[in-house]
């Protein structure tokens, strides 16, 4: 959290975009929106990303407090990811990007 912490405090945007920004954060979370997931899946659904990526961001996810990482003590080892409480507050966010997104990609084409 030390580097919101040291952002200005006018800077909200700036906070929440040092927080969800990034090319496949987002994404992962209305994913995970959807109900909880493994890796795999996330990495099936999520086209284009790396696993060291997917790694990555899901790492920054769960420390910024918005992913719960669970791990099942078996073999092999069970890890299940979901949003948690922060993570569900992004719910409408991501609804109207969602929605966003489908508005520009409708104009574009009609253009």
């Not at 899946?41 to 086209?47: F, G, Q, S, T």
Request: proline fraction near 4%.
């Amino acid at each position: 959290m030390a580097r919101i912490d040291d952002l200005a405090d006018e800077c909200t945007v700036e906070a929440a975009l040092e927080v969800i920004g990034g090319k496949w954060k987002l994404v992962i979370l209305r994913h995970l929106l959807d109900g909880t997931k493994r890796f795999g899946e996330l990495d099936r659904a999520l086209n284009g990303v790396t696993p060291r990526m997917l790694t990555r961001q899901l790492r920054e996810l769960e420390a910024d407090g918005l992913v719960l990482r669970t791990v099942y003590p078996q073999v092999p080892p069970k890890v299940e990811y979901s949003v948690t409480e922060l993570g569900e507050s992004l719910r409408t966010i991501t609804s109207l990007l969602e929605r966003w997104g489908q508005d520009y990609r409708e104009r574009w084409k009609d253009a």
